[in-house]
C-alpha cells in the first residue's frame, strides 16, 4: 500500500509528510534552546557586576565559523534547487560543499575547545593570580610553564575587552600554587553555558551532516526511481540545516561580541 501525501501536498495543511514533520521537531528545537538562551539571561543577569565575563572567546575563529555556517547554508539551498531543475550532478557538487564546509566548521570548534581546557587559571598562596595557557605541566617536574600573565586583582580575568594583555612565559614553582583549573565547563556558569550551548549546537552540526552524507551517498539511489520524493528530502534536511545556521546567527554575537 502506497503511504498518501509523501509527495503531494496534503490538503489540510498544503505540505507533505515529510515537511509537516520537520517543522513540528523544528518546533521542539526552538523550546530546546529557548531555554538554554533563557538559562543564560537568567544567569547573566544575575551574576555580581563585574563577574560576568567578556572577551573570553576567539573572536577570529568565531568569525571565521560564522562565514563558513553562512556559505553552508548557500549551499544547501543550491543543492535543493539543483534537484528542482533535475541537475544531479551540480546536486552532488552542492552538497559536497556543504559536507566540507560541517567538517570545517566542527575542526575549528574542536580547536576553540583545545584552547579553553588548555587555558589555566592559577591561585597563588601569596594571594595572586596567574593566568595563561600550559606550555609544560610535568609530573616530574617541580614546576609548571605557562604563557599568561600575573595579577593581583582576580576582576583583571573577567573582562579582557579593553585590557591589553601582555603575555610571557612565565615558570611557577609547584609550591607556590594553591589551586589551578582549565578553563573547562567546570570553571564557572559562563563556560559551562558555553560549552553546553555551543556543544550542543555542534552535535546537531554533526546529526545534519550525517543526514546529508546519506542522501549525497546511498540515499541518492532515490533519485533514480523516485526524483521528486528525493527532492523533498533534500528539502528537509536543508530546512534542519538553515535552524542550525539559524541558532549560530544567535549565539555568535551573545557569546563572541558582549
Known sequence: MEIPYTVEARPDTGLYNAKVGIWLFLSSEVMLFGG????????RVGAVPGTWPHGWQNLTLGTINTVVLALS????????????????GKFKFFHACTLLLA????????????????????????????DGDM?????????????GRYTKNEMDLYDLRSQKVVEKELKIPRSQIQDMQSYGPWHNDYLALYFTLTGLHALHILC???????????????????????????????????FVDLVWIFLFPVLYLT
Open 73 to 88: 547554508a548557500i549551499t544547501t539551498l543550491m543543492a535543493w534547487v539543483a534537484c528542482k531543475v533535475r541537475e544531479f
Open 103 to 130: 567538517v570545517t566548521f566542527l575542526c575549528i570548534k574542536c580547536e576553540e575547545y583545545r584552547e579553553h581546557l588548555n587555558h589555566y587559571e592559577i591561585y597563588m598562596k601569596d594571594g595572586t593570580y596567574a
Open 36 to 43: 538554554l538562551f533563557s538559562a543564560y539571561i537568567l544567569l
Open 208 to 242: 545534519g551532516s550525517v543526514v546529508i552524507g546519506y542522501l549525497w551517498g546511498p540515499g541518492r539511489k532515490l533519485w533514480k526511481t523516485d526524483p521528486e520524493r528525493f527532492t523533498n528530502r533534500v528539502e528537509v534536511s536543508g530546512l534542519f540545516w538553515h
Open 135 to 147: 606550555v609544560q605541566n610535568d609530573a616530574a617536574q617541580d614546576y609548571i610553564v605557562i604563557d
